[in-house]
């Protein structure tokens, strides 16, 4: 599965811009990959892991703008057609499981 963030935060005054790079932070930290500028996407093995996902983002959510969270399934994500582009090779696609010993 897939935990794809989609945000979009104010960054008009010096502490919205602090509140957005600290999320952009935490979002990194957690080991999501950036996508498009301000859409991330992250790999969870299941339901159970992508709720946990989706619970420590909700609770690292500045209070201001809008944030967005979609789940799909791998199958899904590799069937994304890029129209103009190409795609990042920092990003998995495969349905083949990372392991990282």
Not at 8 to 28: A, G, N, V
Request: net charge positive; no cysteine.
């Amino acid at each position: 599965m897939r935990v794809i963030v989609f945000f979009d935060l104010p960054i008009e005054t010096s502490e919205q811009r602090r509140k957005y790079s600290k999320f952009r932070k935490f979002l990194l930290s957690e080991g999501f990959i950036m996508m498009q500028k301000s859409v991330y996407s992250k790999i969870a093995l299941n339901g159970a892991a992508s709720e946990s996902v989706i619970n420590a983002v909700r609770k690292k959510s500045p209070n201001e703008g809008v944030i967005q969270i979609m789940t799909v399934t791998e199958k899904q994500f590799q069937n994304i057609e890029y129209i103009i582009g190409e795609s990042q090779k920092e990003i998995v696609d495969t349905q083949q499981r990372l392991v990282f010993l």
